[in-house]
T-cell receptor, first 117, second 116 residues
């Protein structure tokens, strides 16, 4: 089956620093990747849609200057949390849409836990 | 806009018994997919089952089956012969067709505990 990886799986950083999270589709090409945020015991909230070779589309209320998304290739999207603060601590999950699927199937990465001190 | 509602925040079931998780949704779309995802403590999202709205037959995957009522906009998940490994958060999700936008619309989740 299709595999999506995320790196790192867990990161701790100091307030004010920036953190980059990578999302890779390992065995398929993904024209579109999605970034979600999940707080404890809550559902996944879509932050942005990342399209290869174009600017990301952000959901209402998500600061695009704070959450920088780059989709440089068909297998890699990155999310950079700039000037991170404790309230940015959360679980970040990416998913990748398989372009070869008849219904644009999405596969989820294992998530990245971000803790900002 | 699409909304997905899971009215049971927490549920429990005895091992080997059957449990049903509820999901309702609201949409004006006629063609769409519905999903149940499982999120165990590892936090990895795992697809449990998928239903295409234009198919009347309810989807089944081994011990997992759905009761899809399109007119009522209801999509419940039945887990038979519950196992300890079924303990997880379960999310109901909606995706319209064609999915030229993005997007899963997730429910708020149901935390299922299987009791030995």
């Amino acid at each position: 089956g299709a595999v999506v990886s995320q790196h790192p799986s867990w990161v701790i950083c100091k307030s004010g620093t920036s953190v980059k999270i990578e999302c890779r589709s390992l065995d398929f090409q993904a024209t579109t990747m999605f970034w979600y945020r999940q707080f404890p015991k809550q559902s996944l909230m879509l932050m942005a849609t990342s399209n290869e070779g174009s600017k990301a589309t952000y959901e209402q209320g998500v600061e695009k200057d704070k959450f920088l998304i780059n989709h440089a290739s068909l297998t890699l999207s990155t999310l950079t949390v700039t000037s991170a603060h404790p309230e940015d601590s959360s679980f970040y999950i990416c998913s990748a849409r398989w372009r070869g699927s008849s219904y644009n199937e999405q596969f989820f990465g294992p998530g990245t836990r971000l803790t900002v001190l | 806009a699409q909304t997905v509602t899971q009215s049971q925040p927490e549920m429990s079931v005895q091992e080997a018994e059957t449990v049903t998780l509820s999901c309702t949704y609201d949409t004006s779309e006629n063609n769409y997919y519905l999903f149940w995802y499982k999120q165990p403590p590892s936090r990895q999202m795992i697809l449990v089952i998928r239903q295409e709205a234009y198919k009347q037959q309810n989807a089944t995957e081994n011990r997992f089956s759905v009761n899809f009522q399109k007119a009522a906009k209801s999509f419940s998940l039945k887990i038979s012969d519950s196992q300890l490994g079924d303990t997880a958060m379960y999310f109901c999700a909606f995706m319209k067709i064609p999915n030229t936008g993005n997007q899963f619309y997730f429910g708020t989740g149901t935390s299922l505990t299987v009791i030995p």
